[in-house]
């Protein structure tokens, strides 16, 4: 983004500020979906609500035929108040409320995570015996990962079995099965994802396929080279990616009708929205302390969520300032009072008070993951690719924070 467009979002919008970029997105978002598509047609893609469900981003997601994925009632009412049908919302996660049992008697698709959850699914199953009530489980399978996830049902243990001689035992019906693995991105990872699910399947759906599969997500995304450097500059592309997981797919079921081969999932969030939200904040203050320079921002690491902690997110700095002074070593910090609110850290170069700082791939976990702590979140807006922009998400104020407690 350049310097007069800068001037003018944060003129409108006020800064700190998140700018989403609509067409980049849409961009992205098809040619993710092709590379899958392309080798497996009865590929589908559900966008992770968690990751940022911005109610713009996820409208445009259903207008591109994406499901919804979601991991909470609240998330369900967005998927809801957007208008999705209850088959094309996957509801996912270890601890389900209310609104996944009216999803489940809608004929949604739901994916069972725990035992306690079987038994759960089994009573709505005897007081609703004029339905015919299906899900899906999540499993908790090896792929090569070095930790143990907490999530599903093992398959390795007599969980599985139980958990399929519990739902048939009340008339439920089992039609797909679920996997996610975080932390667990490279291309090997993914061909044995594929390899584990289609052998599970094999085994538990031995008359004839499910009705899906589903791989969860864990890719990565699309980066600015600096980033990309950071995670050892071996990022595979999405076409790898898909090469993994269809191609075995598409062989595994080549014999098949395409009416009878199983719909493939999977269910990016940082994957596909990462690299289209860009976060600008301003340079409030420059200090040195004993011998430290201190950039002190109108922001706070909790905007930009977690990667900032772990990785330096590419950044641009935009010249606001009357006068700029050379910096060595700089650490950009929040407008907390927290010492570890750090956004950037050893910075080299120019810099000054008013400057703006733009925050490049912040599209995951960020303006959703930010708590009210000290101050309300700032704006989003959202940019096209002729330079027009609208707001999407205002300004939270005083009352936006304090409309829940007693005064
Ligand atoms: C069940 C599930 N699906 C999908 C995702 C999104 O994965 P990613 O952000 O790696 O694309 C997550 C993220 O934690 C998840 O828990």
């Not at 500020?17 to 980049?24: D, R, S």
């Not at 007081?127 to 999540?138: D, F, N, S």
Request: with cysteine.
């Amino acid at each position: 983004m350049v310097k007069e467009k800068i001037n003018e979002l944060v003129a409108k919008y006020g800064s700190p500020l998140y700018v989403f970029q609509k067409e980049e997105f849409v961009k992205n978002y098809l040619h993710f979906e092709k590379c899958f598509k392309n080798l497996y047609p009865k590929y589908q893609l559900a966008y992770s609500y968690k990751t940022n469900y911005t109610p713009v981003i996820c409208e445009i997601v259903k207008q591109l035929g994406g499901y919804a994925e979601v991991v909470s009632d609240m998330e369900y009412n967005v998927a809801k108040r957007l208008g999705y049908d209850n088959e094309k919302i996957i509801y996912n996660g270890p601890y389900k409320t209310e609104l996944s049992i009216e999803h489940l008697l809608a004929g949604g698709i739901l994916n069972i995570d725990n035992i306690e959850e079987v038994k759960k699914v089994c009573v709505v199953a005897e007081a609703h015996t004029e339905k015919q009530l299906k899900v899906g489980i999540r499993v908790n399978i090896n792929i090569g990962q070095c930790f143990i996830s907490r999530f599903g049902i093992d398959s390795d243990n007599s969980d599985l079995d139980l958990a399929f001689y519990l739902l048939k035992e009340s008339g439920v019906k089992v039609e797909g099965l679920h996997c996610h693995i975080g932390q667990s991105r490279t291309i090997q990872a993914w061909k044995n994802r594929a390899e584990v699910m289609l052998t599970l399947a094999d085994k538990y759906f031995p008359a004839e396929p499910p009705k899906y599969l589903n791989l969860g997500s864990g890719m990565f995304a699309v980066m600015k080279p600096s980033l990309a450097e950071q995670f050892g500059d071996n990022i595979p592309s999405f076409e790898q990616y898909a090469a993994a997981v269809a191609i075995p797919f598409a062989e595994h079921y080549a014999s098949l009708p395409e009416e009878k081969k199983p719909i493939l999932f999977t269910e990016p969030g940082t994957t596909i929205v990462n690299s289209y939200i860009d976060f600008v904040g301003r340079v409030d203050s420059i200090k040195r302390i004993k011998g430290q320079d201190i950039v002190v921002m109108d922001c706070s690491k909790h905007m930009i969520g977690d990667i900032c902690q772990i990785k330096q997110l590419p950044i641009d700095v935009i010249c606001c300032s009357e006068e700029q002074i050379e910096l060595n070593n700089a650490n950009f910090v929040g407008y907390t009072c927290l010492e570890h609110d750090v956004m950037y850290t050893a910075y080299h170069g120019k810099l000054g008070v008013g400057d703006y700082v733009v925050f490049a791939n912040v599209g995951g976990y960020s303006n959703n993951f930010k708590p009210p702590f000290i101050a309300p979140n700032c704006a989003m807006c959202e940019l096209d690719e002729n330079g027009n922009s609208r707001v999407i998400k205002r300004r939270e104020e005083f009352d936006d924070v304090f409309i829940t407690y007693i005064f």
